[in-house]
């Protein structure tokens, strides 16, 4: 079965920087383009980055564009969130998230999350 | 402030019939499909509808989406108390910076 299991969330003062991990299991993880969304205490969910399962292509939300860096190792099974120049209103459960779109045929057309994690929650405070 | 626009709050009573509205633009509900995602209090999202009217495996035909335009609805039929949750409506943007997902900002459901 699908496994996502994130790690490294934490406490870290304004400006500070943070690299989160997302360990797949249970899926080809070298077919799959994977995401970040976070959800803010109390708030709505916000998509944050997409990448390809090839890596070739990144994009993200403009809220973190700059700052933000996702990669991944398809030799590990793992996807990141480099996460530099924190602030306050990152606060929020980091969930990783499985795009649906098998590409082991090379072509693909990403659409919605299939798989979530449970989320690591990141918390920006002096 | 989010792009797509959905209502703060719905509710309705056992049995009855809700209906849940997502608002966007030509560049995202307007050429795109919209999804719907339904996260339980103190749990990750599940997917609920894909394609603006599809249905995963195990989602229970309750459960209907449609779309028109620039707008979408979620539809629950037969209310249950374990419909109370949280409701997002989702697709993709062609924005000018980047294909990017934007999200509603939810819509807390409430069974009476």
């Given at each position: 079965q699908v496994q996502l299991v994130e790690s490294g969330g934490g406490v870290v003062q304004p400006g500070g920087s943070l690299r989160l991990s997302c360990a797949a299991s249970?899926?080809?993880?070298?077919?799959y383009g994977m995401h970040w969304v976070r959800q803010a205490p109390g708030k709505g969910l916000e998509w944050v980055a997409f990448i390809r399962y090839d890596g070739s292509n990144k994009y993200y939300a403009d809220s973190v564009k700059g700052r933000f860096t996702i990669s991944r190792d398809n030799s590990k099974n793992t996807l990141y969130l480099q996460m530099n120049?924190?602030?306050?209103?990152?606060t929020a459960v980091y969930y990783c998230a499985k795009d649906n779109a098998d590409c082991s045929g090379g072509s693909c057309y990403s659409e919605y999350f299939d798989y979530w994690g449970q989320g690591t929650l990141v918390t920006v405070s002096s | 402030q989010s792009v797509l626009t959905q209502p703060p709050s719905a509710s309705g009573t056992p049995g009855q019939r809700v209906t849940i509205s997502c608002s966007g633009s030509s560049s995202n509900i307007g050429s795109n499909y919209v999804y719907w995602y339904q996260q339980l209090p103190g749990t990750a999202p599940k997917l609920?509808?894909?394609?603006?009217?599809q249905r995963p495996?195990?989602?229970?035909?309750?459960f209907s989406g449609s779309k028109s335009g620039t707008s979408a609805s979620l539809a629950i039929s037969g209310?249950?108390?374990?419909?109370?949750a949280d409701y997002y409506c989702a697709a993709w943007d062609d924005s000018l910076s980047g294909p990017k997902v934007v999200f509603g900002g939810g819509t807390k459901l409430t069974v009476l």
């Open positions: 249970g899926f080809t993880f070298s077919s120049s924190l602030r306050a209103e990152d | 609920l509808i894909y394609r603006n009217n495996s195990g989602v229970p035909d309750r209310l249950r108390s374990e419909d109370e």
